[in-house]
């Protein structure tokens, strides 16, 4: 008797390991199912893991976004795994019926959602402060408005969660770079000083025509005048002097030309003290190196460019048939 219970005791023991064997074995083929098979997401999604999370605030982020099925699955992974210290923060792209195996990847990988920040040419630091303080995914504000003219037009590529601080010195840093690198090419015999009197006349140039390919031009009739001692008379310079960079709406009149500012280059011989815009890599190259010619003056032409003069006569022709151009517009 006591040899067979100690029989049925071993078969018991037999039996239960592997009983035991295939229920373990069974969980783990269906966590490897859960683990390795598509995921229930059904379009590509961007999701947003905060810097800090837990392992299970990560999985319920994923969880909400429909990117996993299962919290538990995919948080005792990471504990048995070891990743659970070592998934990264930021935003990230989830293909349609990705994988837990592959979404592990791509946290692990930190390779996050690249956006992009467009800054387009002539606008003042007011307004490109005001347009990177409204860029969704930077952090942090922007309170002290850098000096005009320091920040260079372009497209930026930043990460959710990268400072608006840095993309402002990004910004001054290529500027700083693209000024030095073409300064170096100028023509020699340019009646500007230095870096800054260029980014201050390109700055000029850039405000007074949208046509690239008259920006040379406009650029040598500056050049003319500074070249003669002649004021440079820039509508734009006005619009500066009393905006300061602010919108800036309405018609310049005669009293508006006649306004003591420093910016007036109606009043104001040479330079006024400082950029009126932050100009792009063309206007400061039309400055740099301007076209030859012996053009004095310019107005609009009523069709988006202007007509060009080298003399008060032909100027003032120019100016007559703009305002023909004017009343048949009317």
């Known amino acids: 008797m006591i040899k067979r ?155 959710y969660g990268d400072k608006r601080a840095d993309t402002v010195n990004r910004m001054r840093i290529a500027m700083d770079k693209k000024v030095h690198d073409l300064w170096k090419k100028r023509d020699q015999n340019l009646p500007i000083a230095n870096p800054k009197e260029a980014l201050i006349l390109a700055s000029i140039v850039e405000k007074e025509t949208k046509v690239e390919a008259e920006r040379p031009l406009v650029a040598s009739v500056f050049v003319n005048r500074l070249k003669f001692g002649m004021r440079l008379q820039a509508d734009t310079t006005v619009v500066y002097g009393i905006s300061r960079g602010k919108y800036f709406s309405r018609p310049l009149n005669k009293s508006d030309l006649r306004e003591q500012t420093p910016y007036n280059t109606y009043i104001i011989a040479g330079l006024p003290p400082g950029p009126i815009a932050n100009p792009g890599v063309a206007s400061i190259v039309a400055v740099l190196q301007p076209a030859k010619t012996d053009y004095l003056y310019f107005v609009a032409d009523g069709t988006g460019g202007h007509a060009f003069s080298n003399t008060l006569v032909g100027h003032n022709r120019n100016v007559r048939d703009w305002r023909k151009q004017q009343k048949k517009n009317i």
């Open 5 to 159: 219970a100690k029989n049925d005791s071993r078969l018991f023991f037999l039996a239960w390991i592997l009983f035991s064997l295939a229920f373990f074995t069974r969980v783990a083929f269906w966590f490897w199912t859960e683990f390795t098979q598509p995921g229930p997401l059904i379009a590509k999604t961007n999701v947003v893991i905060p810097v800090g999370s837990s392992i299970k605030a990560i999985a319920c982020r994923l969880m909400e976004a429909g990117v996993i099925s299962h919290i538990s699955v995919f948080a005792l992974v990471a504990e048995v795994t070891g990743k659970a210290g070592i998934l990264k923060a930021g935003e990230f792209a989830f293909p349609a019926a990705v994988s837990q195996q592959s979404v592990f990847e791509i946290l692990e990988r930190g390779i996050a959602v690249v956006h992009h920040l467009t800054v387009a040419e002539g606008l003042s630091s007011i307004q490109v402060v005001a347009i990177i303080n409204a860029t969704e995914g930077l952090n942090g504000e922007i309170h002290d408005i850098p000096l005009e003219g320091t920040l260079l037009p372009e497209t930026y590529y930043y990460a």
